[in-house]
């Protein structure tokens, strides 16, 4: 059974801080991806990566930045927190190509 | 680049009723179309797909279809329950690095 887990359920963080977002999974997926999920607005690709130190930005990059060192962990920085990334934020993963997605348990960030 | 357009964007329904989603993608070679569901508080989680050399599976209660001539999906949900509740998501994927693009999301719900 796949697991993917992320470090937090719920963070709450103050304008300007450097925010890190863990995520991780135990099944060797090549690819992994960052969502953002607000109300009305579906899940939104910020950063995807196809295999270890490799990234593509998605739809949503400002703002962000990844660091995948190992291929089991994808982390999502936030260089300087602003109100308006307040959101829950997914993590999935994939074997590779067209293929079923899996996701984390999400991670809710409030910005004050 | 690819564009999903998922409707309804809410759709209430009585058990045992059917509930059909639809969704129109923009990008000729998209060839894999997953839907996910996301029950309240909880992660996405594949209920089904379909590739883009079949114009119809069915798993149970619910079926997806493909018209890739119009380049429409739809799922369908036969015989309703109260667990079916939850947000639904369609994507589209085409080749390449085959990142998703998700629909916004259907909120369905199911009265007892």
């Known amino acids: 059974d796949v697991k993917v887990t992320q470090s937090s359920r719920y963070l709450v963080k103050r304008t300007g801080e450097k925010v890190f977002l863990e995520c991780v999974q135990d099944m060797d997926h090549e690819n992994m991806f960052w969502y953002r999920q607000d109300p009305g607005l579906g899940l939104r690709l910020i950063y995807f990566?196809?295999?270890?130190?490799?990234?593509e930005k998605g739809d949503i990059p400002e703002g962000y930045s990844v660091s995948r060192e190992k291929k089991e962990r994808f982390s999502l920085i936030l260089e300087s927190a602003s109100t308006n990334q307040t959101s829950m934020y997914l993590c999935a993963s994939r074997v590779g190509g067209p293929d079923t997605q899996y996701f984390g348990p999400g991670t809710r960030l409030t910005v004050l | 680049g690819e564009n999903v357009e998922q409707h309804p964007s809410t759709l209430s329904v009585q058990e045992g009723d059917s509930a059909v989603i639809k969704c129109t993608y923009s990008?000729?070679?998209?060839?894999?179309f997953p839907w996910y569901k996301q029950e309240l508080g909880k992660r996405p989680q594949l209920i089904i797909d379909i590739r883009s050399n079949v114009g119809e599976k069915k798993d149970q209660r619910i079926a997806v279809t493909l018209n890739k001539t119009a380049k429409h999906f739809s799922l369908h949900i036969t015989e309703t329950q109260p667990e079916d509740s939850a947000v639904y998501f369609c994507a589209a994927l085409s080749g390449g690095s085959y990142i998703p693009t998700f629909g916004r999301g259907t909120s369905l719900i199911v009265h007892p």
């Open positions: 990008d000729s070679a998209s060839n894999y």
């Open positions: 990566s196809y295999d270890v130190k490799m990234k």
